[in-house]
Structure formats: C-alpha cells, structure tokens
C-alpha cells in the first residue's frame, strides 16, 4: 500500500527568481517532472536531503545583507535547499498575511485577533452553527482538539526549522529533521520577505501576533499528515464514539493524492454523522496553504482532490495498527519515508498515541 505521507516540497515554479519572465508558465507537476531536471528543486531537495541530513545551512547573516540584490542563481537556489526535508514557501501559505478569517467558511471577519479559535466563525457560519446542533458539536470538539494538536506537536518538536532569506528572494522555511527526544523550539519570526502583489519589489513585511501564530500552525504541521491520524485516533475514539450524545457515527481514515504542486500524497479524518453528512477533517492542511479546518466532503473532493487519483479510506486508528505492525520491520517502510517515521519515530509517536488521551485531559484541565 501507499507508505508515503505528504511531504511539504518546493514547488517547481517557486525556484524561480522571482523577476525571471522566462520561467513563467513552466510549471510542472510532481509526476510530470524528471529527477534529473535540476529545476526540479523540492525533488532534488529532498533526495539530497535524505543523505546529507548534517550539512550546513546558509546563515541568516550572510542572506540578510544581499536583500536589494539581483535574485541568486538558480544552481546557487538549489544548492542553498539541499540541507533541508521540506521547504516552505511563504506565498504559498497567503492566509498568514491576512489572517481574520472565519474558521468555516475563511470568509474575512471583524473579530479580534484574541478571540479563541472556536469562536472565530463570521455571523453567516455562526448563524448556520446555531441551527445545526451537530455542526456546532464537530465545530467546537474539532477547534479544541486542533488546539490541543498544535501544543503536542509543540512539546514533542524535535525538527530544526530555519528561515531562509536568500539573495533577491522572499522568505523561505527549511526543515531538518530531529531526533525524537532531542527537542527543539520554533524560532522566533518578527518578519518574512514578501514581494508586492505586482512582483516588483521585495519587501520586510512585519508580522503581528496573530500572524506569527498562523505561521507557526504552518511549520508545525509540515509532514505531520500521517501522524496526526496515528496520534489521534486513540483520543478521537474516545471523543467521538464514547459520548452517546455525540452526532457522529464513524471517523474515517483516507488517503489521497492532493490537488497541490509540492504535496502528492496526503492524507486526512472523514466524519460521518448520524444525519448522514460528511465532513472532512484536516489537523494539517494548514501546511499546504489550506486553511479550513472542516469541510464538506463533496467541496473538499471537489477542491482537493486529484480526480484521477483512487483515495483510500480506512476505518478510524488504522494508520496506528499499521505502525503498530511496522515497528520492528524497517524495510516495510519505503525509502523516503523513513526519516519521519522510521524506527525511533514510530516508537516514539506510537508512545504518544498511548499517553494521548491522558494529556488531552490535563491540557483540557488547564485550558478550561
Ligand atoms: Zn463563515
């Protein structure tokens, strides 16, 4: 079966300079691409990266002072990614420069930055959420276990995420992955280098609280699509099928080829409800630029899924078997899978999927 989960890659027509007219159209999909075409920059990247984990990385030091240069060239681009698992382009995640959006629909909204994120909802959705009692429960129960997703992943980080700033370039994010146990914090980002709307001028664009905050989603759930299901299942579980009230009759697992340039495989919750509604369910899709947390699944099929692709659905904590089953059997697990879940990560996530529900309750406890 397919082992591989969404890996966050540079996108082709990102590697670009961005003022090179040349390349422009020339995009080109993961699958039409050659692993010999050096503008191929994501693959390239991480086939490199997954030999060479300890090389270095360019400085923030050396890129910063570069800012009003002509852009670097493109060998010089991609010699500066090769360090790196996963690259993400900050224009490629556009929700972080206008973040009051409304969490159902990411239709604009008036409220403050401050205002918790199950409350983040625009009158519209609000109005629709009070007449659909189980709407409401997936909305709230969702937000929350989002939340609680966002500060596991935190407490558990062990990747070395870097911002890179190169010359003529906007802000780029690397990710060199860790080893689990070795933690790691975010770093501290005041500003990314965004060009203007036209592409002529490249600028430091600061970024307020609620910004850094949505771009901290995007670097915490970078490669985490896969492990979302295995971690979660054991606290879905209990959240969706123990409480006789709850609307929902079945957590589906489903994997499937995304409508995305750098993403080709991904994979994501369905809920089915009692009233026969489905709903997709995304802890990561924050990662690919998508920012809706629950979608129907029609619009979701409809926006995210490559139509030629044959998606997999699987019953609720079958990822976790499936690791569970894999954990003393390396070569079950494809190549470039196994740096995120090779032996020690599937140790240690499936340690985490064990103690999930009992940090679900004291983070639960604090939060109330
Ligand atoms: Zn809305």
């Given at each position: 079966?397919?082992?591989?989960?969404?890996?966050?890659?540079?996108?082709?027509?990102?590697v670009?300079?961005?003022?090179?007219?040349?390349?422009?159209?020339?995009?080109?999909?993961?699958?039409?691409?050659?692993?010999?075409?050096?503008?191929?920059?994501?693959?390239?990247?991480e086939?490199?990266?997954?030999?060479?984990?300890?090389?270095?990385?360019?400085?923030?030091?050396?890129?910063?002072?570069?800012?009003?240069?002509?852009?670097?060239?493109?060998?010089?681009?991609?010699?500066?990614?090769?360090?790196?698992?996963?690259?993400?382009?900050?224009?490629?995640?556009?929700f972080?420069?206008?973040?009051?959006?409304?969490?159902?629909?990411?239709?604009?909204?008036?409220?403050?930055?401050?205002?918790?994120?199950?409350?983040?909802?625009?009158?519209?959705?609000?109005?629709?959420?009070?007449?659909?009692?189980?709407?409401?429960?997936?909305?709230?129960?969702?937000?929350?276990?989002?939340?609680?997703?966002?500060?596991?992943?935190?407490?558990?980080?062990?990747?070395?995420?870097?911002?890179?700033?190169?010359?003529?370039?906007?802000?780029?994010?690397?990710?060199?992955?860790?080893?689990?146990?070795?933690?790691?914090?975010?770093?501290?980002?005041?500003?990314?280098?965004?060009?203007?709307?036209?592409?002529?001028?490249?600028?430091?664009?600061?970024?307020?609280t609620?910004?850094?905050?949505?771009?901290?989603?995007?670097?915490?759930?970078?490669?985490?699509?896969?492990?979302?299901?295995?971690?979660?299942?054991?606290?879905?579980?209990?959240?969706?099928?123990?409480?006789?009230?709850?609307?929902?009759?079945?957590?589906?697992?489903?994997?499937?080829?995304?409508?995305?340039?750098?993403?080709?495989?991904?994979?994501?919750?369905?809920?089915?409800?009692?009233?026969?509604?489905?709903?997709?369910?995304?802890?990561?899709?924050?990662?690919?630029?998508?920012?809706?947390?629950?979608?129907?699944?029609?619009?979701?099929?409809?926006?995210?899924v490559?139509?030629?692709?044959?998606?997999?659905?699987?019953?609720?904590?079958?990822v976790?078997?499936?690791?569970?089953a894999?954990?003393?059997?390396?070569?079950?697990?494809?190549?470039?899978?196994?740096?995120?879940?090779?032996?020690?990560?599937?140790?240690?996530?499936?340690?985490?999927?064990?103690?999930?529900?009992?940090?679900?309750?004291e983070?639960?406890?604090?939060?109330?």
């Amino acid at each position: 079966m397919e082992a591989r989960h969404c890996h966050q890659r540079g996108e082709k027509g990102d590697v670009y300079p961005e003022h090179d007219e040349d390349h422009a159209g020339t995009r080109q999909t993961h699958e039409e691409s050659s692993k010999d075409d050096v503008r191929n920059n994501g693959q390239k990247t991480e086939l490199h990266a997954n030999r060479n984990n300890n090389a270095t990385t360019p400085s923030d030091t050396n890129i910063q002072k570069d800012i009003t240069n002509k852009s670097i060239s493109l060998e010089d681009f991609t010699a500066a990614l090769v360090p790196y698992k996963s690259v993400i382009d900050i224009s490629g995640v556009p929700f972080i420069l206008e973040p009051f959006r409304c969490t159902l629909c990411h239709q604009p909204t008036s409220l403050a930055p401050t205002t918790k994120f199950s409350q983040r909802i625009c009158d519209i959705c609000r109005i629709a959420l009070d007449a659909d009692a189980p709407l409401r429960f997936l909305h709230d129960i969702v937000g929350k276990v989002y939340a609680f997703w966002l500060t596991l992943r935190r407490e558990e980080l062990c990747d070395r995420i870097e911002r890179i700033d190169l010359p003529g370039m906007r802000t780029y994010f690397g990710i060199i992955e860790g080893i689990p146990g070795n933690k790691t914090t975010l770093p501290a980002i005041t500003n990314v280098r965004v060009y203007d709307e036209a592409g002529m001028s490249l600028a430091s664009h600061a970024l307020s609280t609620e910004q850094r905050g949505l771009l901290e989603e995007v670097l915490l759930t970078v490669n985490q699509c896969h492990i979302s299901l295995l971690v979660l299942a054991p606290l879905l579980e209990k959240l969706m099928y123990a409480d006789v009230d709850s609307p929902v009759l079945q957590v589906g697992e489903y994997r499937y080829q995304p409508k995305h340039e750098s993403c080709y495989s991904h994979c994501i919750h369905i809920f089915t409800l009692k009233d026969g509604r489905h709903f997709v369910v995304s802890f990561t899709d924050r990662q690919l630029g998508w920012y809706p947390l629950i979608v129907p699944y029609a619009e979701y099929l409809n926006l995210r899924v490559k139509i030629e692709s044959v998606p997999s659905m699987y019953g609720l904590g079958y990822v976790h078997t499936e690791t569970a089953a894999a954990l003393g059997e390396p070569d079950l697990i494809s190549e470039d899978e196994r740096g995120s879940s090779g032996i020690l990560q599937r140790e240690r996530w499936l340690k985490v999927a064990d103690e999930v529900v009992r940090r679900w309750e004291e983070w639960a406890k604090k939060e109330e």
